[in-house]
C-alpha cells in the first residue's frame, strides 16, 4: 500500500519560516519524480516545485528565492523549506510522486500552512 504523510504545516507570521515533510512508503521512492503542491481556498491546486529521480529541481515564479525542495532518498522523505512566508502562501499544501515510465502518480492526504499576524 502506498501512503504519502506530510507533516510540518502549521500558523506561521508573515516573514517567517515553515519546513514540510512528505515521508513515502510502498514505493521505491528514488525511481519517482517528487513535487510540491498547493491549494489555496476557492483556487485550482498548482504547482509549487519540483525534483526528478535524478536531482533536477524547478521552481514556479512565486517560489523562487523564498522555497527549497530537497530530497533524502535514505529517508524515503522529500521536504520543502518555506521563508519569507506571505500570508498569500496560506494553503494545504501537498506532496506528489509519479513514474511516469509505469504510470504511477500518488498523492499525500496534505497539510494546512496558515501564514497570518
Known amino acids: 500500500q502506498v501512503q504519502l504523510v506530510e507533516s510540518g504545516g502549521g500558523l506561521a507570521q508573515p516573514g517567517g519560516s515553515l519546513r514540510l515533510s512528505c515521508a513515502a512508503s510502498?514505493?521505491?521512492?528514488?525511481?519517482?519524480?517528487l513535487g510540491w503542491y498547493r491549494q489555496a481556498p476557492g483556487k485550482q491546486r498548482e504547482l509549487v516545485a519540483t525534483?526528478?529521480?535524478?536531482?533536477?529541481?524547478n521552481y514556479q515564479d512565486f517560489a523562487k528565492g523564498r522555497f527549497a525542495i530537497s530530497r533524502d532518498n535514505a529517508k524515503n522523505t522529500v521536504y520543502l523549506q518555506m521563508n519569507s512566508l506571505k500570508p498569500e502562501d496560506t494553503a494545504v499544501y501537498y506532496c506528489?510522486?509519479?513514474?511516469?515510465?509505469?504510470?504511477?502518480?500518488?498523492w499525500g492526504q496534505g497539510t494546512q500552512v496558515t501564514v497570518s499576524s
Open positions: 510502498g514505493i521505491v521512492f528514488s525511481l519517482y519524480d
Open positions: 506528489n510522486a509519479e513514474f511516469l515510465t509505469i504510470g504511477a502518480h500518488y
Open positions: 525534483i526528478t529521480n535524478g536531482g533536477e529541481i
